[in-house]
């Protein structure tokens, strides 16, 4: 497997009947999958499925108290598209898994420690990541998002990134601003991490929309635009329904396991011990305090 095989283009699923295919291919082919969606387009599966409180689980306290419609229906979508997505990766069925949340709320399979497991909305959109190789971040935002420069570089921008962003003009230097933003977005989620660490203490290359693999090349770098952790993390950054840019972090373990397979957990504490090594000052600084998509 090639290094840029590591990431699919997102797939388009506007219900719970799929097309779920395209998702079980990538699962095979590359041992991760990330599915995008509406909650409007899942909405008749909240209103309608006869199996809501099962589904939800122990998200169904949260779902009846939340008072806005608009608010419950949004995060019951979420999560039924979470959960059939990762049943389509496992080849299970969606009421056979249990969505819990670690400290952070970041969610996790209860029980299927070697599958992560990543979510983010933004607006109408709701995108899914599952791997089986790996953790799994997934970050999205709307295009038309603008980010200031001079107050952005500051909180978000490497040496290198800064450099880099310098010689763009205005329209091209707010889409690579974005697109930086949501790469490390991503990245911090997998991590488990969020605005927890300091997005000035590691950087992504300058470059267009698409999949692009870590190593020497591409991929995360070190403050001054050196290579950092080569060969371990794949990136990606997707256009979506003309309105939307989806970026995707994944760690790679090694060779993906089977479906169902439980010789491997994800390698959280491996995750940690890298980036404790490569970004040391990062676990104890506050990062960029600025408006993000949510993950609950």
């Not at 009947?17 to 909405?43: I, N």
């Not at 999205?140 to 603008?146: D, K, N």
């Not at 439980?262 to 390698?267: H, I, K, L």
């Amino acid at each position: 497997m090639t290094q840029a095989s590591r990431i699919t283009q997102p797939v388009h699923v506007p219900g719970p009947s799929g097309p779920w295919d395209e998702v079980r291919e990538a699962m095979a082919r590359c041992g991760s999958a990330v599915v995008f969606t509406t909650w409007g387009e899942w909405l008749s599966a909240v209103v309608t499925e006869p199996r809501l409180r099962l589904l939800l689980g122990r998200d169904w306290p949260r779902y009846r108290r939340t008072a806005d419609p608009l608010v419950r229906h949004r995060f019951a979508a979420a999560r039924l598209v979470l959960k059939y997505t990762a049943a389509a990766a496992l080849g299970t069925d969606a009421g056979e898994l249990d969505l819990a949340y670690k400290i952070g709320g970041r969610p996790h399979l209860r029980g299927i420690r070697q599958v992560d497991v990543g979510l983010s909305h933004t607006g109408e959109l709701i995108v899914v990541g599952v791997s089986r190789s790996g953790r799994i971040g997934v970050d999205a935002e709307p295009l038309t998002r603008t980010l200031t420069y001079d107050v952005m570089r500051e909180r978000m921008c490497t040496p290198a990134e800064r450099a880099a962003l310098t010689g763009l003009d205005g329209p091209a230097r707010t889409a690579a601003l974005l697109r930086l933003w949501t790469l490390k977005e991503a990245y911090t989620k997998a991590l488990g991490q969020g605005l927890r660490l300091d997005f000035t203490e590691f950087g992504f290359p300058p470059g267009a929309e698409g999949e692009f693999a870590a190593g020497n090349e591409a991929g995360l770098l070190a403050p001054d635009g050196s290579p950092a952790a080569p060969g371990t993390w794949s990136f990606g950054t997707y256009p979506t329904m003309a309105r939307y840019l989806v970026a995707v972090a994944r760690y790679d373990t090694g060779p993906a396991a089977a479906p169902g397979a439980t010789e491997r957990p994800v390698a959280d504490e491996r995750s940690m011990s890298l980036v404790a090594q490569l970004l040391p000052r990062q676990m104890c600084t506050a990062g960029p305090h600025q408006p993000r998509s949510g993950t609950a």
